[in-house]
């Protein structure tokens, strides 16, 4: 199955920033990739599907790229509201695999 | 709007069973193809099994296969998982989730809208 390898395990930022968030697959999914965030106690969230589209009601601030084995979620003018973990999640190869998060700690 | 409730989690004994339950509302159910997802205390996500909006083809994980079955009821509009054969690497919290697409025969694995979550222990 497919690896899906996420960094930094944890970013710490403060609110203004832009975060840069990385997921590598161990063999290429393709653009079948999507971006999910879970805040502590909550169901999470998609956010980006097909690599760069954003789901419905996620503001322009996420925006989501790459194709094949890199990709990337960037979160521009961070939001104290932007704390959470942030998942990637491949379908380009069965079964559907997700990446161990990244932490994005807002100062 | 689209909810899903899900019940049925609590306390198993390692080889025993439960049966997961997800109510739907909001959305043509039998439209779309339904998943579980589980997640560990303090770990990450796993997906568990899928079905298709007829409930003909049905997906496992491997480290479900054979101890877990996914099946529902399109004129309830509910969801299940019966879950035998618990062992302790299954307590979780298990999601009932709905995928993002309409599709008639497989899954489409992006995971549009989930359930709050229920608990599952296996511990004696």
């Known amino acids: 199955e497919i690896v899906l390898t996420q960094s930094p395990a944890t970013l710490s930022l403060s609110p203004g920033e832009g975060a840069t968030l990385s997921c590598r697959a161990s063999?290429?999914?393709?653009?079948?990739l999507a971006w999910y965030q879970q805040k502590p106690g909550q169901a999470p969230r998609l956010l980006i599907f097909d690599a760069s589209n954003r789901a419905t009601g996620v503001p322009a601030r996420f925006s989501g790229s790459g194709s094949g084995t890199d990709f990337t979620l960037t979160i521009s003018g961070l939001e104290p509201a932007d704390s959470a973990t942030y998942y990637c999640?491949?379908?380009?190869?069965?079964?559907?695999?997700f990446g161990q998060g990244t932490r994005l700690d807002l100062k | 709007e689209v909810q899903l409730v899900e019940s049925g989690g609590g306390l198993a004994q390692p080889g025993g069973s439960l049966r997961l339950s997800c109510a739907a509302s909001?959305?043509?159910?039998?439209?779309?193809?339904m998943h579980w997802v589980r997640q560990a205390p303090g770990k990450g996500l796993e997906w568990v099994s899928s079905?298709?909006?007829?409930?003909?083809?049905?997906y496992y994980a491997r480290s479900v296969e054979g101890r877990f079955t996914i099946s529902r009821d399109n004129s309830q509009n509910v969801l299940y998982l019966q879950m035998s054969s618990l062992r302790t690497d299954d307590t979780a919290i298990y999601y009932c989730?709905?995928?993002?697409?309409?599709?008639?025969?497989?899954?489409?694995?992006?995971?549009?809208?989930w359930g709050q979550g229920i608990l599952v222990t296996v511990s004696s």
């Open positions: 909001g959305f043509m159910f039998n439209f779309f193809a």
């Open positions: 079905l298709t909006g007829s409930g003909y083809a049905t």
């Open positions: 063999q290429s999914v393709r653009s079948h």
């Open positions: 989730v709905k995928d993002r697409e309409v599709a008639s025969t497989i899954p489409q694995y992006y995971f549009d809208d």
């Open positions: 999640q491949q379908r380009g190869k069965w079964p559907p695999t």
